[in-house]
Nanobody, 113 residues
Framework: VNLVQSGGGSAQPGGSLRLSCTTS????????LSWHRQRPGEEREFVAS???????NYADSVKGRFTISRDTTKPTVYLQMDSLKSEDTAIYYC????????WGQGTPVTVSS
């Protein structure tokens, strides 16, 4: 399975960004997909997930601000990030798991005024 990320960049507090993660190598509709992030000096943490059955989950810190979605025609999973805060600054990774974890290459997001 190959995961290729795009999007991200810089935004001001209160702004929005969208991350994309395009998959290949496995039937997209069967994949459980998630987004994680790693702040400087901290461990990687869960952000949001989208199961192959349509269930979505969010970390409490992003609930109501971030939205995970998937487009089977692309086949891509997105993370729409609204009402960004400085503490959202991190490198964001998409992930799936087929016996072992597969990670995207990481996308930096910087939220700063």
């Amino acid at each position: 399975v190959n995961l290729v990320q795009s999007g991200g960049g810089s935004a001001q507090p209160g702004g929005s960004l969208r991350l994309s993660c395009t998959t290949s190598g496995f039937r997209f509709s069967l994949l459980n997909l998630s987004w994680h992030r790693q702040r400087p000096g901290e461990e990687r943490e869960f952000v949001a997930s989208s199961s192959n059955e349509g269930t979505v989950n969010y970390a409490d810190s992003v609930k109501g601000r971030f939205t995970i979605s998937r487009d089977t025609t692309k086949p891509t999973v997105y993370l729409q990030m609204d009402s960004l805060k400085s503490e959202d600054t991190a490198i964001y990774y998409c992930k799936t798991r087929l016996y072992i974890p597969y990670w995207g290459q990481g996308t930096p997001v910087t939220v700063s005024s």
